[in-house]
T-cell receptor, first 114, second 108 residues
Framework: DTEVTQTPKHLVMGMTNKKSLKCEQHMGHRAMYWYKQKAKKPPELMFV???????INESVPSRFSPECPNSSLLNLHLHALQPEDSALYLC?????????????FGPGTRLTVL | AQRVTQPEKLLSVFKGAPVELKCNYSYSGSPELFWYVQYSRQRLQLLLR??SRESIKGFTADLNKGETSFHLKKPFAQEEDSAMYYC??????????FGTGTSLTVIP
């Protein structure tokens, strides 16, 4: 399996809701990422997990809470989001060893916050 | 500081014409550079990485350390090349820095 999968594909939530985005890969990759992408803009890095430990948090507001339950799964818990958080949320993974490790991207979850 | 610059937001070329998408970078160490492509309604995917020096779909990219550039080139553009192209640099700690992207349109 050489794909990164993400669920759900689309999510609409109110500002008081709590929801979670899920990401899964079975390529044995040990680095996993969350990105936020607005229309016609590049992906903006949010979090990096390396060997299931959070290694990078790009000053993301606490209403976004990542979780890496095991080496294949990555979650992003959402709570009290704002309309400006509406975007495509991308998950990616890469081998976490030396050398040229490309990132494999999932299809994304399109989030709309009402 | 690490930075990737793609000066052209939009680029249009005629089918069969050569195309060059520019990418410049700023990085203190030895850079690891990639080109990613995003076709309409498809996921972001790797097109090229500089270490492999390969040609994918007719595209090539050469790292020029003197000019800190990693421009993407293709001698004869095809309509199916129309997409968004991102240059990316891999920094320490598995951080990937993406340029702002160039939207390429190939005119039939």
């Amino acid at each position: 399996d050489t794909e990164v999968t993400q669920t759900p594909k689309h999510l609409v939530m109110g500002m008081t809701n709590k929801k979670s985005l899920k990401c899964e890969q079975h390529m044995g990759h040990r680095a996993m990422y969350w990105y936020k992408q607005k229309a016609k803009k590049p992906p903006e890095l949010m979090f990096v997990y390396s060997y299931e430990k959070l290694s990078i948090n790009e000053s993301v507001p606490s209403r976004f809470s990542p979780e890496c339950p095991n080496s294949s799964l990555l979650n992003l818990h959402l709570h009290a989001l704002q309309p400006e958080d509406s975007a495509l949320y991308l998950c990616a993974s890469s081998q976490d060893s030396g050398g040229y490790n490309e990132q494999f991207f999932g299809p994304g979850t399109r989030l709309t916050v009402l | 500081a690490q930075r990737v610059t793609q000066p052209e937001k939009l680029l249009s070329v005629f089918k069969g014409a050569p195309v060059e998408l520019k990418c410049n970078y700023s990085y203190s160490g030895s850079p690891e550079l990639f080109w990613y492509v995003q076709y309409s309604r498809q996921r972001l995917q790797l097109l090229l990485r500089h270490i492999s020096r390969e040609s994918i779909k007719g595209f090539t990219a050469d790292l020029n350390k003197g000019e800190t550039s990693f421009h993407l080139k293709k001698p004869f553009a095809q309509e199916e090349d129309s997409a968004m192209y991102y240059c990316a640099l891999r920094g320490a700690g598995n951080q990937f820095y993406f340029g702002t992207g160039t939207s390429l349109t190939v005119i039939p």
